[in-house]
Every structure is written in C-alpha cells, then in structure tokens.
C-alpha cells in the first residue's frame, strides 16, 4: 500500500520560508497536490503538480509565494514556501494517486498525516 510522509514543518515568523517534504513508498507517483487546514476550518488545496511533464497549479492565495515541486526518482514531492503569513498557519497535507476530477477539484486516494506550520506575526 501507498504511504504518504510529510515533513518541514515548523514555526516561522511572517516574511520567512519554509520548504515541506513528502516522501512516498510502495509506487511511483505523477499527480501530486499539497492541502491545508486550520482548526475548525475546511480543508483547501493549495498546489498541485500532474504529469512527468510537471504541469502546476496554484491556489490564488498562494500564487507568486509558493512553488511545487516533484522528484519522480525519488518520489517526492516538495512546497516551497516564501514570504509566509500569519493566515498560511495549518496543517499541511500532500495527497497523491488521483482518482478524478479537474483542478481545483482534485480527488486523491492517498493521503499524508499531515506537517504543521504556525506563523507568527
């Protein structure tokens, strides 16, 4: 079975950069999307990347700040995170083995544990 390892995660002041990991075992992947969620709060996508030909997306909110990134050898995929906000704190999650849909809908099977990301202002 497929399992899904995230890491990077930790507490920044806003203006800072993190990069989170996701490390996968079991099958290579193509399709990758990274989601964030804060308590209470539903779960919104962020980034994702579909293809060997790495196409990108990104949500509104994060576009120009974050950058997705896969390494297909090593079946990983990485976010990139600058210019952090206090609103960008959650947990993050990566998400792979697509099942359907078209961005932003997105529909993965696969799914990390999670990483958390507090910014401070």
């Known amino acids: 079975q497929v399992e899904l390892v995230e890491s990077g995660g930790g507490s920044v002041q806003a203006g800072g950069s993190l990069i989170l990991s996701c490390a996968a075992s079991g099958t290579r992947n193509y399709v990758w999307g990274w989601y964030r969620q804060a308590p209470g709060k539903e779960r919104e996508v962020v980034a994702g990347?579909?293809?060997?030909?790495?196409?990108?997306y990104y949500a509104d909110s994060v576009k120009g700040r974050f950058t997705i990134s896969q390494d297909n050898a090593k079946n990983m995929v990485y976010l990139q995170m600058n210019s952090l906000k206090s609103d960008d704190t959650g947990m993050y999650y990566c998400a792979t083995k697509i099942r359907g849909g078209a961005w932003p809908k997105w529909d993965f099977s696969v799914w990390g544990q999670g990483t958390h990301v507090t910014v401070s202002s």
């Open positions: 990347v579909f293809g060997m030909g790495g196409t990108k």
